[in-house]
Every structure is written in C-alpha cells, then in structure tokens.
C-alpha cells in the first residue's frame, strides 16, 4: 500500500454526479462522467468507457486524456479482462499485467469497472494514473459507487444488436 496516495470524497462525488446526470441519454450521460470524473479524481491521465457494440468486443465511447486504443476484444488487455470476468480490475502495475494495453506509456496504475446492466456487460469504465498503485481498495469501491449511480439514472440499451 502506498500513504502518499490522495483520498477522494465519493459520497460527496456521487451527490454531485447524481445531480450532473440529469437525463436518461447515454451519450450524455457518459460524456459527462467521463469529464466529471477526470476533473475531481486527482493524478488520472485518461477516463473514459468502451462499450460492447458488438458481441464480445469493446469500442470506444466518450472519454477524457489521449486518443485511445480502439476496439478491445474481451480477450484483451485489462479492460477485455473485466468485461470478460464481470469484475472490477485495479491493477496496481501495469507493467506486471500480462496482456496489457499501453495505450499511453505514461499509465502506470488502472482501474476497470464493468457496466452491468440485467446481467449483461453495457461497456466497462476505465481510469489509467500515472502513479503506480494510485488506486486503492476505497477508490475502487468510490468509482463502483459512482458506476451505480450512471446504470440506476441513464437508459443503456443493447448497442450490440
Ligand atoms: N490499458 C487498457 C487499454 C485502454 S487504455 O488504457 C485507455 C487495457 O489494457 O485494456
């Protein structure tokens, strides 16, 4: 575990992104969390979703950093990693997770969290840090908070069709 790393107030983020997330269109939805969360997380250098378009395979959405790899297989890379599990993965170190997708080398740390909408993978939310380990357990659980607040007020419909 790394002290040095900053604490966030996710009760306080999500009371403020509830009140962002003022529609029910995706599209907007995402867009504004993606800038939402890359404005108030500190030491982020991208934020952004993939979304399942087609069967098992992840394409970009709206996001905030770098231009991106674009599309991830489930087979691929951290991000094909959760929306093939169904789980959150914090990689404290990239460089140790085989498979991964450096989209930036400046990346050192990541956090995926699948978008499970009636058991179904929607897309997944990615945060990439320059500090390695910047994500710890109660940042995990923050940003999955969060997550659940974008399923409960946005219409995700199954864009793979
Ligand atoms: N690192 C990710 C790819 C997406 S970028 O970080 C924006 C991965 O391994 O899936």
Known sequence: MNDTRPTTDYVMLGRQLSALLDTRDWV???SQMAAFIFQQVPDLNWAGFYLQRESRVLRLGPF??????NPIGFE???????????ETQRVEDVHAFPGHIACDAASRSELVIPLIKEGRV???LDLDSPLP???AVEDQQGIEALCQILIEQSDL???SG
């Open 28 to 30: 907007t939805n995402t």
């Open 64 to 69: 905030q950093g770098q231009p991106a790899c």
């Open 76 to 86: 691929e890379g951290v991000c094909g990693a959760a929306a093939r599990t169904g």
């Open 122 to 124: 929607w897309g997944v």
């Open 133 to 135: 380990g910047r994500f």
């Open 157 to 159: 419909p199954d864009l």
